[in-house]
């Protein structure tokens, strides 16, 4: 029944490309590839017939039509003569801002609420799993709206304000009003400023650079290098002769004294709010639109940092510390110096991941009325024009990429610590 | 999931003049259910009860067209829309009629390619504010906070009416009325802007409705009228003729308590040729005789809808000014039936 | 010299612990007041609680249960005895009158047994999966069955329709059996799903239009005659129930006008009134609700009767319609005789004003009377069968999925995603895993697209694109559509989730499924996606939390989940203010939902950890 001979050497018949391994995986590949052109053709095609029916064509002049609508939250200068392109810099830039001040508070307050966790005060702890397991399971979009019900009801109108029989007033020495609009709080300002340099023209990407903005960054940065050198010096020194000279009121020094002469220099001063006509005038305004998105997510995001946190702490073996102990480092260097490092490399990845979260979550800004991306661009822009297709791809366009540039960053770091890796 | 071939035929029967390849119409009796578009809640308008049971001055004209199309009132789907999402749905074909108190416009008729077939309500944009503001006239709001509904014409209204005057504010841009209302109660926003229609029936569900006033700027002409998708006129004539049908009974008297009476017959040609005991009109519709008496028997005619819904004896308390009929020195205005 | 022992030499008897350090006050030491900074923490805590729940209780109970309006609970916390204008308190009484439709939203409210029994069996079906060491085998047959049942309890039809879809399965199953030996493995594979294709495509519609035409024949004579007998009882009912509705409008206004000025200086009064009126207006929402009911009954059967005794006339003027179209469509010109949809119409009208084409505009407006024959004849057509179908009606009444709404919505959309996404989930995942490099890239493509754009984005594409990627006429509603883009974006979610199921699992088992000679398909079949599916339950469950929490999106796009709904409910004149009601109870219910999840899924983890070691 089985006589060993030598494989033939077969010719090419069609059917290999089914049944013989060599051929097969090709031909599957190219049947997908087939299969996806003819998807992505097939719904082209559908999308051009159904256009072509409503009398519409795919082109993105739109964006360069004026906007005819305001938007209350603007980094950039932008009035209702701008165009959409302009609209959803804006937008974009505000989702941006969320985003970032999101990720801030989420961190701070995760890793806080993650440390209290294991914290050996039982009353502490519970409240603080309470927290968690509160705040993860409820959608974000009614925290968003929780928040924002809250503020309006909690926080007085700018009326109040008003008047001797004011039922308000402005908290920390008058620099700060708590309002139902939105928080007041004192603003930076230069009474010698350098002036800003005006950028682009009247184009829809104009924009102004402060200088007084890039002196003060320009001579931090500087002082905080001469203060670096400092250190390494006394690191040298330490190396070679086992004593180190004290230095702290050095680097200190360097930081503080420039930064000072220059905020002096530029007539810093600051600009407190105050009540003028309907509103308060003057100052900063977080608008309570940006307030109870950016507090919703960051306390929704947090429960899940806090539980990252705990689990990235308690993976780090209790050997490792008291390996430490053993070794004479001192209980403050311990985490520094051996727990950190380890627990990042487990904390870091899922944190990032949460960021990506925060970040498209910051699309519900619609919500509450924030004007980010989705309710410029997305939203009165497209409804307004009635170009879905294109509005909704340049929105998607604009999600991937900070998408993709966020997981770069991740994998990057992946990278690096896993060179660290035996 | 109803298919009709005809769906991408607008462009196409706008060119083979005369030749209209009626779709809605013939789907909507294959159906045997209207599906209607209208708002997911504004008070007086369009809201569901309790039970679901939809109600409101502009449900009752979905109500209207289902009765003069089907016979029978209740044979309406209500799609809730949003100021997002109802040209979308109208578009797409989901809904035969969009009856959400949507502004006639130039670019939303030629553009968007709906057809507006009539104004039901003739609106502008308004301002309410609370009476200690102090403000009498809406050029006071320099540096006001106004809040206003996303996604409507009234943001663009608005952004043009400050910057002709010269003056800033701060707007406040909401998803939905009622939290629009909430804000402007709580006192985050100075002032509240919307159509004059929807501000005065906001202003009945206050506590204190007394303490806020209408400002007597209006900024906009607001024609609020149902809209068809844009070619399909045989359909698009069935929902005007059959607001038309309202008015005029109106205009003649017809009403709800005297409908059976009047269609046994009157002296009153028109009245009859309205009712269908004279002439072929609900023929040419295609629809049945007494398609406009069914449409009547619903609510009334468009008089008894307005007071029922909307007018000075309700809550919301509208009076008829713009919306009188034109005998009465009003817009309202029906070709005749004839 | 004396004998002075140093060390002891017998065993200390044991003390009992320090009083500081057992029962209550040793717990409260270690536990709380453990050091200074740990005692300062605990008194600010309780502190911060205590004010907290005092201020949350008072608002909470507030006796506001009865009231049918905001106003009226305003009225009844003033009389409470609170200061003058003093509101603070809850008004319970918007969710006594609508927890039902926050719940079930429109859905016909003598139908409520079939979600219900929708999601109960969905427990059962999942026990098997769920609870594999607890229930019976057996189970597991009709955890292969339930996903054809659950459509069919919420969605409603005639009760052949999923036997129909089931058999479509068995025919494959026959087909891949039989035809083994005929073409292989791969060939058989392939002719299976055809077949399955085949008939849900072609065959099953035919099949279920013969079902509804035979037993709407038979049934129509009698139909007819239940009809017009129903209709003359729902009349009477109808009277005699608005009759009644009149009455207590009357009793309850005339009260109303006759108490008004009767309890100004008497709080305890007016609250007697207000719970005594809030009854009789509970009866008159009652009856109102019947009567809704009834008037709907009516008019379903009244427009069907109508429809049947249409019949018979449709079904003459069909023939002639259809032979007309077809007539219409012999004698046009060659030119244009392809025409036969709207788009080509169109085409061709563009050519012909660019004088592409040899026809004339008066061929074009002939074909325009073709279309618009063959329309006629097709809309015909549908409504003979729409006619046919409703009277074969066996089984259970259908229900539009606009119908849908407030918790069923969320967890009908979390469910259905869920599980439609699990088997496109784990094809990702096994292509993302895959040598090909073509599939491979597709599969991450895709994977990181879902998970690089927000689901808003997604749900408007849902809302304002998908139709237009379909083909001309297609139309799902609403529904459907966010059914589609969110099981998509459930599947990305998914197939990460398996990837990291295959991904634990040892390589030695993928080598053991080598050396035993099975191919891909069967090693991953028996050997791999058993385990990798079984690790990955935790990461499915919390994939699902996030789905179910999403869900609460679709209000941004106009349905009406339970926060479209709560929207809906404040527009109403009488609930027109209330907020914080309506959010606390819906974040409720959902907390309910996804703690208990989440904590099933923590002690699956567990269960699955300890099975490993």
């Known amino acids: 029944m089985s006589t060993i001979t030598d494989p033939q050497k077969e010719s090419f018949r069609l059917s290999m490309l089914l049944y013989d391994s060599r051929y097969r995986s090709a031909t599957i590949q190219f049947v997908a590839f087939l299969g996806f052109i003819i998807l992505v053709g097939w719904l082209i095609f559908n999308t051009k017939q159904n256009l072509d029916a409503l009398g519409k064509g795919v082109e993105f002049k739109y964006l360069f039509e004026p906007a005819s609508y305001d938007i209350n939250q603007r980094l950039l200068d932008y009035n209702s003569r701008d165009t959409h392109f302009r609209a959803a810099i804006i937008g974009l830039l505000n989702t941006l801002v969320v985003a970032a001040l999101g990720c801030v508070a989420a961190t701070i307050l995760g890793v806080v609420i993650g440390v209290l966790r294991l914290s050996n005060n039982w009353l502490v702890s519970r409240i603080m799993a309470f927290y968690v397991e509160v705040f993860r399971n409820i959608p974000v979009l009614l925290w968003i709206l929780f928040i924002f019900a809250i503020m309006t009801d909690l926080f007085a109108a700018p009326k109040a304000f008003r008047g001797d029989s004011a039922t308000s007033h402005m908290q920390l020495f008058d620099s700060v009003a708590f309002t139902n609009r939105g928080i007041y709080i004192p603003e930076p300002l230069f009474s010698r400023g350098l002036g800003d340099i005006h950028l682009f023209g009247n184009s829809s990407i104009r924009f102004d650079v402060s200088l007084d903005l890039w002196a003060f960054v320009l001579v931090l940065g500087l002082s905080f290098w001469a203060a670096f050198k400092v250190k390494k010096r006394a690191d040298q020194i330490q190396d070679q002769t086992g004593n180190r000279p004290k230095t702290w009121y050095l680097r200190l020094g360097i930081i503080v004294v420039p930064t000072l002469l220059l905020l002096v220099a530029l007539g810093f001063h600051l600009g407190y709010p105050a009540l003028k006509g309907f509103n308060f005038q003057g100052g900063t305004f977080l608008r309570k639109s940006l307030i109870a998105l950016w507090l919703a997510l960051s306390l929704y995001t947090a429960a899940f940092i806090a539980e990252i946190v705990r689990a990235g702490i308690m993976a780090i073996s209790t050997g490792q510390t008291e390996a430490a102990e053993a070794l004479g480092i001192r209980s403050g260097k311990i985490m520094s110096l051996v727990i950190l490092p380890q627990a990042l490399r487990v904390i870091i990845p899922p944190l990032i991941s949460n960021y990506l979260n925060l970040t498209k979550n910051s699309s519900l800004a619609i919500a509450v009325g924030y004007m980010d991306i989705t309710g410029t661009l997305g939203g009165i822009t497209m409804n307004q024009t009635g170009r879905e297709l294109e509005s909704i791809l340049l929105m998607m366009l604009v999600y991937l990429s900070i998408s993709l540039s966020i997981s770069a960053v991740m994998n990057w770091y992946n990278e690096s610590v896993k060179l660290e890796e035996r | ?338 | 010299m004396s004998d002075v022992a140093f060390t002891r030499t017998e065993m200390l008897s044991e003390q009992a612990p320090p009083a500081s350090s057992v029962g209550i006050v040793g717990w409260l030491h270690s536990r709380l007041f453990s050091s200074w900074f740990n005692g300062f923490l605990t008194v600010i805590v309780v502190i911060a609680l205590f004010f907290v729940l005092y201020e949350l209780l008072h608002w909470a109970l507030s006796p506001t249960w009865n009231g049918t309006s905001l106003a009226e609970c305003r009225q009844i916390l003033v009389a409470m005895g609170q200061e003058q204008g003093n509101t603070f308190g809850a008004c319970w009484g918007v969710i006594r009158e609508r927890w039902v439709q926050l719940i079930f939203g429109f859905y016909p409210s003598d139908l409520y047994w079939r979600p219900i029994a929708a999601f109960v069996l969905l427990g059962v079906a999942l026990g098997p999966i769920l609870f594999a060491d607890r229930v019976p085998k057996q189970l597991i047959w009709f955890t292969a069955v339930y996903p054809f049942l659950f459509p069919w309890l919420l969605w409603g039809g005639a009760f052949w329709v999923p036997i129909l879809v089931i058999l479509g399965i068995v025919f494959a199953y026959l087909a891949n059996k039989f035809l083994a030996g005929i073409f292989g493995n791969l060939g058989a594979f392939i002719s299976a799903v055809v077949v399955a294709i085949v008939w849900w495509l072609i065959l099953m519609p035919m099949v279920g239009n013969g079902l509804n035409t035979i037993i709407g024949s038979v049934r129509m004579e009698s139909t007819s005659v239940r009809l017009d007998a129903e209709i003359v009882r729902l009349s009477a009912e109808e009277e005699a129930l608005n009759q009644q509705i009149e009455e207590l409008t009357d009793t309850i206004e005339s009260e109303q006008a006759a108490n008004e000025s009767r309890y100004v200086d008497d709080p305890d009064g007016l609250l007697e009134f207000i719970r005594e009126i809030g009854a009789k207006k509970e009866a008159l929402a009652e009856l109102h609700k019947q009567s809704g009911n009834l008037s709907e009954e009516l008019s379903g059967a009244d427009s069907l009767n109508r429809r049947i005794q249409k019949l018979p006339e449709l079904e003459a003027q069909y023939p002639d319609a259809l032979a007309f179209a077809e007539k219409l469509r012999s004698e046009l010109p060659k030119s244009v005789a392809h025409v036969s949809i709207d788009t080509e119409l169109e085409a061709l009208l563009e050519e012909v004003r660019e004088g592409k084409s040899n026809a004339t505009l008066e061929d074009t407006s002939k074909v325009v009377e073709v279309l618009e024959a063959e329309t006629k004849a097709k809309s015909l057509k549908g409504e003979i069968a729409g006619t046919y179908r409703d009277v074969a009606l066996i089984g259970l009444q259908p229900v539009e999925s606009r119908d849908f709404g407030g918790f069923m919505l969320s967890i009908t959309i979390g469910v259905v995603a869920i599980a439609c996404s699990l088997p496109l989930g784990i094809v990702m995942a096994l292509g993302r895993q895959s040598d090909l490099m073509i599939v491979k890239y597709l599969c991450i493509g895709f994977i990181e697209f879902i998970r690089g754009v927000p689901l808003i984005t997604l749900l408007i594409v849902a809302s304002t694109l998908l139709n237009i990627f379909l083909p001309p006429g297609t139309n799902f509603d609403i529904i459907l559509r966010v059914l589609i883009m969110v099981t998509l974006f459930a599947s990305a979610y998914m197939a990460e989730v398996i990837r990291g199921g295959l991904a634990a699992l040892p390589k030695g088992q993928y080598e053991g499924a080598d050396s035993l000679g099975l191919d891909y398909w069967q090693s991953q079949r028996l050997i791999i996606m058993p385990q990798a599916l079984k690790i990955s339950i935790p990461g499915i469950v919390s994939t699902f939390i996030g789905v179910f929490k999403d869900t609460t999106l679709v209000s941004i796009i106009g349905l009406l989940d339970p926060l479209g709904l709560s929207t809906a409910i404040r527009a109403s004149a009488a609930w027109n203010g209330v907020v914080w009601e309506l959010y606390g109870f819906i974040a409720l219910i959902f907390w309910i939902f996804c703690f208990s999840m989440s904590r099933y899924s923590m002690y699956l983890e567990r269960k699955l950890q300890t099975g490993h070691r």
């Not at chain 2, 939303?108 to 301002?127: A, E």
């Not at chain 2, 006129?233 to 309202?246: I, K």
């Not at chain 2, 008015?247 to 309205?274: F, K, Q, Y």
Request: aromatic share 8%; net charge negative; with cysteine.
């Open chain 2, 1 to 338: 999931m109803t298919k009709s071939i005809l769906f991408g035929a607008l462009t196409v029967t706008a060119l083979a003049a005369g030749a209209a390849a009626a779709g809605t119409l013939d789907d909507v009796k294959a159906r045997g259910k209207l599906n209607c578009g209208v708002s997911t809640g504004l008070v007086g308008f369009a809201a569901p009860d309790a039970n679901g049971k939809w109600g409101g001055f502009d449900v009752s004209l979905c109500r209207s067209v289902a009765a003069a199309v089907l016979g029978d009132a209740d044979a309406v789907e209500f799609v809730p829309t949003t100021g997002k999402t109802r040209f979308t749905a109208l578009a797409s074909g989901e809904i035969d009629m969009l009856a959400r108190n949507t502004t006639w416009t130039f670019s939303r008729d030629v553009d968007l390619k709906f057809t507006f077939v009539g104004v039901n309500y003739y609106d502008g944009q308004g301002f309410i504010a609370p009476k200690d503001l102090g403000v009498s006239s809406a050029k006071d709001l320099d540096g006001a906070t106004v809040c206003i509904q996303t996604g409507t014409t009234t943001e663009l209204n608005l952004a043009d009416f400050f910057r002709v005057n010269n003056i800033s504010y701060e707007p406040v841009p909401i998803e939905t009325n009622a939290e629009a209302i909430q804000q402007f109660l709580a006192g985050a926003c100075d002032v509240y802007t919307t159509d004059a229609s929807g501000l005065a029936a906001s202003r009945a569900t206050f506590e204190n409705p007394g303490d806020y006033a209408l400002l007597p700027e209006i900024i906009s002409k607001e024609p609020l009228g149902p809209l068809v998708r844009h070619g399909d006129d045989e359909w698009g004539d069935v929902v005007r003729w059959t607001l038309y049908a309202l008015l005029t009974a109106e205009e003649l008297g017809v009403t709800s308590a005297n409908l059976s009476e009047m269609a046994a017959g009157t002296d009153n040609p028109e009245i009859n040729r309205l009712l269908g005991t004279e002439g072929t009109l609900g023929e040419m519709l295609g629809l049945d005789a007494g398609w406009a008496q069914a449409a009547i028997a619903v609510g009334g005619n468009y008089g008894e809808v307005f007071a029922k819904n909307i007018g000075e004896e309700t809550p919301i308390g509208l009076a008829r000014g713009l919306n009188a009929q034109w005998t009465e020195g009003g817009l309202m205005y029906s070709p005749p039936f004839r």
